[in-house]
């Protein structure tokens, strides 16, 4: 079992920056696949970037977002900038069992409470 704690969320003016973390439990973080998907209200859950063996990132915030993560401290980041009001969600970190790059909400196992982030104009 692995619980995921979140943090980072708030208010930030468009334009701005911020950066989430996501911490996790158990002493094998690193053999999981990590992600960060965001919930819009009224939308869907929406992939946004995922670390395994790489990273890759939504085309919507490709250039504005870096996902990384420390093993050591079993830490994921997203470091989000250049925001604006469509990026206004809760932002949640999941966890997967697969050693790949996930983009599918069911492929995660794990999920944290998110934190809701609002971008204003």
């Known amino acids: 079992q692995v619980q995921l704690v979140e943090s980072g969320g708030g208010l930030v003016q468009a334009g701005g920056s911020l950066r989430l973390s996501c911490a996790a439990s158990?002493?094998?973080?690193?053999?999981?696949?990590m992600g960060w998907f965001r919930q819009a209200p009224g939308k869907e859950r929406e992939f946004v970037a995922a670390s395994s063996w790489t990273t890759v990132y939504a085309d919507s915030v490709k250039g504005r977002c870096t996902i990384a993560r420390d093993n050591a401290k079993n830490t994921v980041y997203l470091q989000r900038n250049s925001m604006n009001p469509e990026d206004t969600a809760v932002y949640y970190c999941?966890?997967?069992?697969?050693?790949?790059?996930?983009?599918?909400?069911?492929?995660?196992?794990?999920w944290g409470q998110g934190p809701p982030v609002t971008v204003s104009s």
């Open positions: 158990g002493p094998t973080f690193s053999s999981y696949s």
């Open positions: 999941p966890a997967s069992r697969l050693q790949s790059i996930v983009r599918a909400v069911s492929l995660y196992d794990y």
